[in-house]
């Protein structure tokens, strides 16, 4: 039983789980800024265009006292679409920009760049 709960406790304490924690609750974190902004920002601006905050009064059909709510499904797929826009815009955007980017100094030079370099020097010579 003690080789069990060792592998167990190095198994939680391993720093994969650990990390993958974390991001699980940044993840969390940034789910309920993206779903504000969608929310309280860019669905109303969709109000403003298109008279309505959502769809979910529009389009809806009744057969036999069932409803099918198209417009409920538009106003999801619309979120969904605003909510990838929020997250790119306002996360992957500016985090390839801060991004570290490679210098010259990290980058070694090519073969060609080192022959151009060594036929000036060369050339100097003469």
Known sequence: MGKLTKEFRDFVAGG???????????????????????????????????GEPNFDSVMILTIND?????????????????????VFLFIVKPYNRFKKQPTPADVPPST??????????LAGRR
Request: proline fraction near 2%.
């Open 16 to 50: 994969n789980l650990i990390e993958l924690a974390v991001a699980f609750i940044m993840g969390g974190l940034f789910a309920k800024i993206v779903e504000s902004l969608v929310t309280n920002i860019l669905m109303p601006i969709v109000g403003i265009v298109f």
């Open 112 to 121: 060609e760049d080192l022959l151009t370099e060594i036929r000036d020097i």
């Open 66 to 86: 069932s409803q099918i709510r198209i417009g409920a499904f538009l106003t999801v797929v619309v979120s969904v679409l605003l909510t990838a826009l929020g």
